[in-house]
């Protein structure tokens, strides 16, 4: 081979030598390359003479840049996390310097923000530096969540509250936690390397053996209760749980965990204990208890089931043994109670097999039973509560002696009879009905006859009733009716007559023979009141009424009413002290005799100055004074002081007559009345045959046999007897035979007609030959005419007494006319205060028609006071003042003001002003007064300007809007009372 062969052999030859180590070094590097790749490794170099850096492809991976992207040395510690920025580059720097090599790990931020860990080596030479940087992001998040993990199971060990413990397969305990060595007293150093079988009960070592054999055998927890010994030989209750450690699948040893449960145990042991002893006591309770599920019973204690009928329970429907009338109460209340309805009680009726019924309440709870809602319950049987209920209530609503409704249940009839009434447009009445001198009968016979009496006049109250009405006690002896529907007040007088008549009877009780009168004041719905209180008030005031004209009657309620029940009302209060103040004095009607004129004798008669009614007439407050029991004082009174005047005319040398003194029945029936009159007339010294007691019919119709045997001891004390107001009553013939009297006293009520009504002639005319063939003396009251006195005198009447001859006269007067013997002259009618005349300072404008006005008192002594109003008819009025006339006496008092309200020419009129005068009309039955305004003078002007137009109007004509009364005034009045007297 030549030279220049041999030369490109040998090129040839380097050319291939040079192409295989090119590949073989790109082999090489992409080997390298992938193991870098593999190893999460990336390689850099550094030249430090260019300030060049180079990386390997798999740095910009691990740096999360591009191959193309720019690699320096700012830009590669600019990726280095903050926080190990100045760490790395110092670390970079030293070795740069000192030629030496370093390795640290650090963090690097990729462009996209994630943060990976790396751990660096390097190492440097002369200019050069070459390095590796590895990814372990994944290995240094694996150690941390060791070292975390660690750190936890750590922390469960040591901070368990329960004891832990480990033990090696042979039983002997490697490590513990503080709470073993709290909860076996011992410390850690004398349980480490010692068996676990030493803390137990001797008795129990062979059960842990066994259970520590089944974890092994089975490579599975097991757990159970020991016993074990405290260090200083206390028992302690554990619940231990063992569990198997497993280390390469090979069971190296056993966790143990030991709970201390020796409160728990007991506690089980005190709930065991309590359950039998409260098993106990509910099976031996007096009060029935259950559980219900689904509506039947799962338990019944013994006490439920005798309660129930002796039956057993289990299993049974529990609506089977309710009240089917209670069964969807039961059903809806008890047995559908919903979630969150707890303690709730009822009340329902049970069955018994023999079909008694029972009363239950139960007390029931929503609870869970044996993973199921159910109903627990107590039951009381309150059957016996219930009837005393019933009969509390029957009670509360019912009088206890009569057994009629009572005040309370009246109260609440009459409050829905209203509603009705008020909603239907109709009318209503109550009754309010009273027991003439039941209080006498009470006093003189006692409360238990009393009491009878009312059990025996309810009965007849009752019966005497139709259409359903029912009759109710209010109090004592005082009774209420309510007719509902009634048309006007004649029909409601018309049941009040019936009422009357069937309950007059004779009440035969205890051997007496009682006849009771009644009472009796009606009011209307809605003219006389729209409430209970106002309806029942007037009724009050009308049977007050209805007493002070002399009882056994009704009396319908009028306006007027409202102002004597108030006069009544403050004589009341005012009664119990008057004989205190002396404010009581007498005076005496003459008794003439017929023939000769000559005085015989006088009637002592009561009379009350009252402080602000003034003269009271008896038929006022006599009533008061019996239903007070004030009449036994005063009627004693009355005796002493008319025997004491009697002897004082003796003394003084005028003719000896005989005073008599009425007597009522209260009085009569005092057990020491004989000791007092004794002791009266020996104190006054009048001898007995000058003193006459008279007493009514109804004195003896009561208690007959002591009634006789009183006027028996009387005659022997030569003290006379007269009957009063003989024919009003119902005493018979015979009783008037048996009786000792000495005088019979004719009621005026036959004398005011005996010249116009034959009738009236015959029964005087049969009571005057009765008398004689008795040979008793006869006595006419209320003579005040000359025609009657002439026909008595025909008659042969023996004496008379009345107006025809004398008004009843002071004590000094009497003496005057004794004086004279005989009256000469009949008596002038007399007036109590003349009206006086000529001293008007105004006008006065006449009304032959009077106006309609309404009156009432406006104050009384200062005091405001809120009264009905009264109907009144003004008969002339001026400026200073108006005269009227009504049915009924008031006084003359600076004390009591008016008010009169009346429409005078459109306008409304209200006057106030105070009595001045009174004068009687037609004997008392009705009053005429003159009133003197009081007002100011810019009113008064007022006044005159219509009084002024009113007088003009009226010489025109009838004035027009003006409350005019076309009539009579006084015989308006008597009829208006008549209406409301029966």
Same mark, same amino acid.
């Given at each position: 081979m030549n030279q220049k062969e041999s030369s490109s052999t040998s090129t040839d030859e380097a050319a291939a030598g040079t192409v295989v180590l090119s590949e073989f070094m790109a082999e090489r590097n992409k080997r390298f390359e992938l193991a870098q790749v593999l190893a999460y490794v990336g390689y850099w170099e550094y030249d430090r003479i260019l300030q060049k850096i180079t990386w390997s492809k798999h740095m910009y991976a691990i740096y999360g840049q591009a191959l193309s992207s720019k690699v320096d040395l700012d830009n590669v510690f600019a990726r280095v996390h903050e926080e190990d920025a100045g760490r790395v580059k110092l670390a970079f720097s030293n070795s740069?310097?000192?030629?030496?090599?370093?390795?640290?790990?650090?963090?690097?931020?990729?462009p996209d923000g994630e943060v990976r860990y790396v751990a660096e080596s390097a190492r440097f030479w002369d200019n050069e530096a070459i390095g590796t940087v590895q990814d372990i992001t994944e290995k240094t998040a694996l150690q941390l969540q060791l070292i975390e993990e660690g750190q936890y199971y750590k922390s469960l060990f040591e901070n368990n509250t329960d004891a832990v413990y480990s033990s090696n397969l042979e039983g002997m305990i490697l490590s513990c936690n503080a709470a073993m060595n709290g909860l076996f007293g011992y410390t850690e150093g004398e349980l480490v390397h010692t068996s676990f079988e030493r803390l137990i009960d001797p008795e129990q070592v062979s059960l842990s053996r066994k259970v520590i054999a089944e974890v092994i055998n089975t490579v599975s927890p097991r757990s159970y209760e020991l016993t074990a010994r405290h260090k200083d030989g206390m028992a302690i209750d554990i619940f231990v749980t063992n569990i198997p450690v497993m280390i390469a699948n090979e069971l190296v040893g056993i966790y143990g965990i030991a709970k201390n449960v020796t409160e728990q145990k007991s506690m089980e042991r005190h709930l065991l204990e309590a359950e039998a002893k409260y098993r106990s006591i509910v099976e031996q309770s007096i009060v029935g208890v259950f559980i219900v599920q689904n509506g039947i019973y799962i338990y019944a204690n013994p006490h439920l089931e005798r309660m129930l009928g002796n039956v057993s329970l289990?299993?049974?429907?529990?609506?089977?043994?309710?009240?089917?009338? $209670? #069964?969807?109460?039961?059903?809806?209340?008890? &047995? +559908?109670? /919903?979630? %969150?309805?707890?303690?709730?009680?009822?009340?329902?009726?049970?069955?018994?097999?023999?079909?008694?019924?029972?009363?239950?309440?139960v007390h029931y709870t929503r609870i869970l039973h044996i993973n199921e809602n159910a109903i627990?319950?107590?039951?009381?049987?309150?059957?016996?509560?219930?009837?005393?209920?019933?009969?509390?209530?029957?009670?509360?609503?019912?009088?206890?002696?009569?057994?009629?409704?009572?005040?309370?249940?009246?109260?609440?009839?009459?409050?829905?009879?209203?509603?009705?009434?008020?909603?239907?447009?109709?009318?209503?009445?109550?009754?309010?009905?009273?027991? $003439? #001198?039941?209080?006498?009968?009470?006093?003189? &016979? +006692?409360? /238990?006859? %009393?009491?009878?009496?009312?059990?025996?006049?309810a009965v007849k109250l009752q019966e005497s009733l139709e259409n359903g009405w029912v009759a109710y006690r209010l109090s004592g002896d005082e009774f209420c009716i309510i007719l509902p529907e009634v048309e006007s007040h004649r029909e409601a007088i018309f049941l009040s007559e019936s009422i009357i008549s069937r309950t007059k009877e004779d009440y035969l009780i205890a051997g007496f023979e009682l006849n009771i009168t009644l009472s009796m004041g009606i009011s209307i719905f809605p003219e006389d009141g729209d409430s209970v209180d106002r309806l029942l008030l007037n009724a009050d005031s009308a049977l007050y009424h209805a007493k002070s004209q002399g009882r056994d009657q009704a009396q319908c309620y009028s306006s007027s009413l409202n102002i004597q029940s108030f006069k009544i009302f403050t004589m009341t209060n005012d009664l119990r002290k008057a004989l205190e103040k002396q404010e009581l004095f007498l005076q005496y009607m003459p008794r003439v005799d017929t023939q000769t004129r000559e005085i015989l004798g006088a009637e002592a008669l009561i009379r009350w100055n009252h402080p602000d009614w003034g003269l009271v007439s008896p038929a006022e407050f006599i009533p008061i004074a019996e239903e007070s029991g004030l009449i036994v004082p005063i009627g004693e009174w009355v005796l002493r002081e008319a025997c004491r005047q009697n002897k004082q005319w003796q003394e003084m040398g005028l003719p000896h007559i005989t005073v008599s003194v009425n007597f009522s029945v209260q009085q009569l029936f005092q057990q020491n009345i004989l000791q007092t009159i004794d002791e009266i007339l020996a104190g006054s010294g009048l001898a007995p045959e000058y003193l006459e007691i008279e007493i009514t019919e109804s004195s003896f119709m009561t208690n007959e046999r002591e009634v006789i045997q009183l006027l028996e001891e009387l005659r022997k004390r030569k003290i006379k007897v007269s009957l009063d107001d003989f024919g009003t009553g119902y005493s018979s013939l015979y009783m008037l035979k048996r009786l000792a009297l000495d005088t019979v006293k004719i009621d005026k009520a036959f004398v005011e007609e005996i010249l116009t009504d034959p009738v009236?002639?015959?029964?005087?005319?049969?009571?005057?030959?009765?008398?004689?063939?008795?040979?008793?003396?006869?006595?006419?009251?209320?003579?005040?005419?000359?025609?009657?006195?002439?026909?008595?005198?025909?008659?042969?009447?023996?004496?008379?007494?009345?107006?025809?001859?004398?008004?009843?006269?002071?004590?000094?007067?009497?003496?005057?006319?004794?004086?004279?013997?005989?009256?000469?002259?009949?008596?002038?009618?007399?007036?109590?205060?003349?009206?006086?005349?000529?001293?008007?300072?105004?006008?006065?404008?006449?009304?032959?028609?009077?106006?309609?006005?309404?009156m009432t008192i406006s104050t009384f002594k200062g005091r405001e006071v809120d009264l009905g109003s009264t109907e009144v008819y003004l008969t002339n009025i001026g400026p200073g003042g108006l005269k009227f006339v009504m049915g009924y006496k008031l006084p003359v008092n600076d004390n009591i003001l008016l008010k009169f309200e009346t429409e005078i020419l459109h306008q409304p009129t209200h006057l106030l002003g105070k009595i001045a005068w009174t004068h009687e009309l037609e004997n008392g039955a009705v009053y005429e007064y003159g009133v003197q305004f009081q007002m100011e003078e810019s009113e008064r002007l007022g006044l005159i300007r219509n009084l002024n137009n009113l007088a003009i109007q009226i010489r025109e004509g009838t004035p027009a809007h003006t409350r005019i009364f076309l009539g009579d005034p006084v015989k308006s009045i008597k009829e208006q009372l008549k209406k409301v007297r029966l």
């Open positions: 740069l310097e000192s030629m030496q090599s370093y390795q640290i790990e650090y963090r690097i931020i990729r289990m299993g049974r429907q529990v609506l089977d043994s309710i009240y089917p009338g $209670d #069964r969807d109460t039961v059903s809806t209340k008890m &047995l +559908g109670l /919903t979630e %969150g309805q707890f303690n709730r009680t009822m009340i329902h009726r049970a069955v018994k097999p023999d079909g008694s019924l029972i009363y239950c309440e627990v319950g107590t039951v009381l049987d309150i059957t016996e509560r219930k009837e005393t209920e019933q009969e509390t209530e029957y009670l509360a609503y019912h009088d206890y002696l009569t057994g009629l409704p009572n005040r309370r249940m009246f109260e609440e009839q009459l409050d829905q009879q209203l509603i009705l009434a008020s909603f239907y447009n109709k009318k209503l009445a109550v009754l309010l009905i009273d027991l $003439d #001198r039941f209080k006498a009968v009470n006093d003189i &016979l +006692g409360h /238990t006859i %009393g009491d009878t009496l009312l059990k025996q006049f009236n002639q015959s029964i005087i005319e049969c009571i005057l030959n009765l008398a004689k063939a008795l040979k008793m003396n006869v006595v006419a009251e209320g003579v005040e005419t000359e025609a009657q006195y002439e026909y008595l005198k025909e008659q042969q009447c023996d004496e008379i007494q009345g107006y025809y001859f004398s008004r009843p006269v002071e004590p000094e007067a009497l003496g005057m006319l004794l004086r004279e013997k005989h009256m000469a002259n009949p008596s002038p009618g007399v007036t109590e205060i003349p009206p006086v005349s000529n001293r008007r300072e105004y006008f006065r404008v006449d009304l032959a028609n009077p106006l309609v006005a309404g």
